[in-house]
């Protein structure tokens, strides 16, 4: 076991570069599972450029999150929590296929690592428009809710924000949206079809009914309790988005794929920042005395508080490291490579 010290940044960030580290390793088996009613599935694809082989190419992230809900307000402080959120991801190049049946089926694999899965317990799919996601809904015999960010920003490109009339059309579009009205949001706008005195952007208006009926089921999904609406593209970028920072920078394949392990791994309860260092020095490849160390502050021997220290500024703990910790680590990660 590592002593109750603290690592500088540059050391931590050597020793994660001699990883090579899979999105495999960011899966964690509980004891303990969890039960409830609804599982919710977040589904989405990202995509970026990576540096392989010190050419520029095109990745795809196909990313899932788990949850069982929202945290109840009275066990929270602030904003809505997801309740045991889990993720998993798989880092591909652009042209490579997933068939959406393999992928199911890992999915449910995953899920199960994670929760109690009974016959009685119901799958919600939430995700865009995309043939993949209401495929996957389809094989795992769930429900499907349309994303409302994707939605609503689709519906929004039928209409001219700088005018009044359409800022209210457009806001009534809305609200048909958010109560699941689907007949209602149709019928609306197909009243400005062929009228191009009220609505200007007819072939914008005539694609974006298509894509709504073509989503029928997740738009009725809004009338629903079980409906927490989709949180897809907020979740891409506190996961994804959030360690690519500010900038046009362009990260390694090898660089982007550790931190992305590592983030994944730290949702999914896994601390593999502490996992290696133990490998290490369990195999004598580093010595504690070539290393800087900062004391914490608290007093060691503390046994109300044995698990959790807090370390001086500069200092990076790993026997449970806190947020803006492991963030400053991923950064250093590409600093020093």
């Given at each position: 076991m590592i002593p109750v010290k603290s690592l500088w940044y540059s050391s931590i960030a050597r020793l994660i570069n001699k990883l090579d580290l899979n999105l495999e390793n960011a899966s964690n088996n509980f004891s303990n599972k969890t039960s409830s009613k609804y599982i919710y599935i977040v589904l989405d694809d990202t995509f970026l450029s990576l540096k392989e082989k010190n050419k520029k190419k095109k990745f795809r992230i196909r990313t899932a999150f788990f949850h069982q809900g929202h945290m109840p307000?009275?066990?929270?402080?602030?904003?809505?929590?997801?309740?045991?959120?889990?993720?998993?991801?798989?880092?591909?190049?652009?042209?490579?296929?997933?068939?959406?049946?393999?992928?199911?089926?890992?999915?449910?694999?995953?899920?199960?690592?994670?929760?109690?899965?009974?016959?009685?317990?119901?799958?919600?799919?939430?995700?865009?428009?995309?043939?993949?996601?209401?495929?996957?809904?389809?094989?795992?015999?769930?429900?499907?809710?349309?994303?409302?960010?994707?939605?609503?920003?689709?519906?929004?490109?039928?209409?001219?924000?700088?005018?009044?009339?359409?800022?209210?059309?457009?806001?009534?579009?809305?609200?048909?949206?958010?109560?699941?009205?689907?007949?209602?949001?149709?019928?609306?706008?197909?009243?400005?079809?062929?009228?191009?005195?009220?609505?200007?952007?007819?072939?914008?208006?005539?694609?974006?009914?298509?894509?709504?009926?073509?989503?029928?089921?997740?738009?009725?999904?809004?009338?629903?309790?079980w409906c927490l609406s989709a949180c897809a593209e907020a979740l891409i970028s506190h996961t994804i988005k959030a360690q690519l920072g500010h900038g046009n920078k362009i990260y390694s394949y090898d660089s982007f794929r550790n931190i992305l392990t590592l983030r994944v791994a730290k949702i999914n309860g896994l601390n593999l920042v502490k996992e290696m260092f133990n490998e290490q020095l369990e195999n004598k490849d580093i010595s504690l005395e070539n290393l800087k160390m900062a004391k914490w502050n608290n007093n060691a021997n503390n046994s109300l508080n044995n698990s959790l220290y807090e370390p001086k500024k500069g200092g990076i703990p790993v026997m449970s490291y806190r947020t803006t910790s492991i963030s400053k680590v991923l950064k250093e990660i590409t600093a020093v490579r």
């Open positions: 307000e009275d066990e929270r402080v602030g904003n809505s929590i997801l309740l045991n959120k889990r993720a998993y991801c798989k880092l591909l190049r652009t042209a490579t296929n997933i068939n959406t049946l393999e992928y199911s089926e890992e999915l449910f694999k995953e899920m199960s690592k994670y929760y109690n899965i009974t016959p009685e317990t119901q799958f919600i799919v939430c995700g865009d428009g995309a043939d993949w996601i209401k495929n996957t809904s389809h094989f795992l015999n769930s429900k499907y809710v349309l994303d409302k960010f994707h939605a609503i920003r689709k519906i929004g490109t039928v209409f001219n924000l700088k005018s009044k009339y359409d800022k209210l059309q457009f806001k009534i579009c809305k609200g048909l949206f958010n109560n699941g009205e689907y007949t209602k949001l149709i019928t609306h706008l197909e009243y400005f079809k062929n009228k191009p005195n009220l609505i200007t952007k007819q072939n914008n208006l005539l694609n974006v009914i298509k894509y709504l009926k073509k989503r029928k089921d997740g738009i009725i999904a809004y009338k629903h309790d």
